[in-house]
């Protein structure tokens, strides 16, 4: 009797359990809030999950912080006849932390590059600006100084943020906007799985600064896919993406306001993909996959360039003879394991530059499949209308 018993007892169990296995819990699905985002920021404030509007210029002031929950979307709307940005000052910080399946998306209602301005950092770390100034004015038409020596400037973590159709031309029409715009940004700075989709202006440009920019995208922007000067020195940059669509100038330029100087930025896994067809920005001579000028530098490994078709193109160009002599044969400009699929020359000159020779070790090419550029994981983050960026 005692051994029926039990058994009835190991049985009951079994029963519950499978019972208990078989009750699925379903998730209630988030309920997004409806808000709108204007004025400047004086306070830390908290944006839970939700859809809001973008409403003019809003300045994220120093000694506020900003939270922007995963999921989000954020909406400009060029019709309404204001310029639209979201701008971090000195002293702020914005902390966006997305995922790859609910990145925060900063778009713009009509879906036209160049309808607004991106978002736009500043901090305090060193910059090199014009006639060797360590301090310059924003070119984005907010006529903001930036520049410090602050290395470790913190304006805070952006981790899964896409921002679609910004780099607008406001004031006179010739000042930019970005994507991503870094102006003296520091290290203390996360940078991370970020996407500029076809903006009217570069993908991501840095100002300077000692910023790192880690797992990115810059995907049909019309003019460069990645821009810097001012001598941004970020030394831990990886996995960059582009692919250049429809309009697009150089895959990365690369300057230093002609300033000779060691600051030698590092970045490695690159991958610059131009469609065919794509054209450049007014028929401007900005073919190539790499421009280096005004003295423009650093170390970069592992790069795959592809479809820079144009029978001018080249995979790097100096632009100039300062360059040449000051960065080239000092061995401030260093390209290895990089590969070429095509034909694309790999590099040339100007009429002011008619000799290039790397050092040795500085330019080396490889047809090996180690040279795969950047690697990437696909996701939400990285699909836009169903359709992934990374071809």
Request: glycine content about 12%.
């Given at each position: ?187 203390g700075t996360v940078l991370e799985n970020l996407v ?196």
């Amino acid at each position: 009797m005692k051994k029926l018993v039990l058994s009835l007892s190991v049985l009951s169990l079994l029963f519950a359990g499978c019972s208990e296995d078989n009750d699925e819990t379903v998730a209630t699905p988030k309920t997004p809030v409806v808000g709108e985002i204007t004025g400047d920021i004086t306070a830390n404030r908290n944006y839970v999950f939700g859809n809001y509007t973008l409403k003019g210029i809003v300045k994220i002031k120093a000694g506020a912080t900003v939270t922007i929950e995963a999921g989000s979307k954020i909406t400009a709307t060029l019709s309404d006849g204001s310029v639209d940005a979201l701008v971090v000052e000195n002293g702020g910080k914005l902390i966006v932390n997305g995922t790859a399946a609910e990145p925060v998306v900063f778009t713009e209602s009509s879906q036209i590059p160049g309808s607004w301005g991106g978002i736009i950092m500043y901090g305090n770390a060193p910059i090199v600006a014009l006639n060797g100034l360590n301090t310059a004015t924003s070119e984005d038409g907010l006529a903001q100084q930036y520049g410090g020596i602050n290395d470790t400037h913190n304006g805070g973590t952006l981790r899964y943020v896409r921002v679609e159709y910004a780099g607008k031309k406001i004031t006179d029409g010739t000042s930019e906007m970005n994507g991503f715009s870094f102006y003296s940004v520091g290290s203390g700075t996360v940078l991370e799985n970020l996407v500029a989709y076809k903006g009217a202006d570069d993908g991501f440009e840095f100002y300077g600064g000692t910023v790192n920019l880690i797992n990115a995208i810059s995907y049909g922007n019309f003019d460069d896919s990645f821009d810097w000067q001012d001598g941004w020195k970020g030394q831990l940059s990886t996995n960059w993406y582009a692919y250049q669509t429809g309009t697009g100038n150089f895959g990365m330029e690369i300057e230093c306001k002609n300033n000779n100087n060691s600051f030698l930025p590092k970045v490695s896994n690159i991958t610059l993909k131009r469609a065919a067809g794509t054209l450049t920005e007014n028929n401007s001579a900005e073919y190539d996959a790499i421009q280096f000028k005004n003295q423009g530098n650093g170390e970069y490994t592992n790069i795959l360039i592809d479809g820079y078709s144009n029978p001018s193109a080249v995979a790097v160009r100096i632009q100039d003879a300062n360059t040449n002599n000051n960065q080239v044969n000092a061995s401030k400009i260093k390209l290895t394991n990089v590969k070429i699929n095509g034909t694309t020359p790999l590099f040339g000159g100007t009429s002011t530059v008619t000799s290039i020779v790397f050092p040795t070790g500085q330019y080396t090419t490889t047809t090996s499949t180690s040279a795969n550029g950047a690697t990437l994981t696909n996701g939400a983050w990285s699909t836009v209308n169903g359709a992934t960026l990374l071809h």
